[in-house]
């Protein structure tokens, strides 16, 4: 699995600890950034992550972490083919995972700590989209809103 990963300033520190913690796990990840506090614009880095998980049709995954989560999660959710959900626990992670069929994760680094985050993230990397009918319909339904 691949995940593409990026944060804003105010995350950088969880970031950097996910991309380390992923990275010893054995998996592939692309850090879009950024790789400094300076202060910058969390709708940049979304756009990045959520345009590189679009490319992939499926090949990757995407997490996303800033303050709360909600603004990445927000600015991600405008590109077409993008299902990203705020997670602050591992239930909801996995849930979003199994009947949504999210392809991003967006986490607040000042709402979880960092084992809740790395549970979290394993939740939502571990797990895959179930495909039963009445979960596929519905992730169908919201595929055909972005017509």
């Known amino acids: 699995m691949t ?3 990026a944060s804003d300033h105010a995350a950088l520190k969880l970031k950097s600890a996910i991309v380390e913690y992923l990275t ?3 998996l592939e990840v692309v850090d ?3 790789q400094t506090e300076i202060p910058c614009d969390y709708p940049d880095y979304a756009e990045k992550v959520a345009k590189k998980v679009q490319k992939s049709s499926g090949a990757l995954v995407g997490i996303l972490i800033c303050g709360t989560g909600i603004g990445m999660s927000i600015t991600a959710n405008k590109f077409k083919g993008i299902r ?3 997670c602050s626990d591992t239930f909801s992670a996995r849930m ?3 009947h949504n ?3 991003i994760l967006s ?3 000042r709402v979880v700590g960092l084992g809740l985050a790395l549970d979290i993230v394993d ?3 571990t797990t895959e989209f179930s495909s039963e009918e009445r979960h596929q319909k519905r992730v169908d339904k919201i595929t055909k809103l972005e017509k």
Do not use: Q, S, W, Y
């Open 123 to 125: 939740a939502f990397i």
């Open 32 to 34: 879009l950034g950024p």
């Open 96 to 98: 979003t995972r199994l």
């Open 3 to 5: 995940i593409a990963i």
């Open 24 to 26: 010893k796990k054995g």
């Open 101 to 103: 069929d999210a392809n």
């Open 84 to 86: 990203a959900a705020v």
């Open 107 to 109: 986490i607040g680094e």
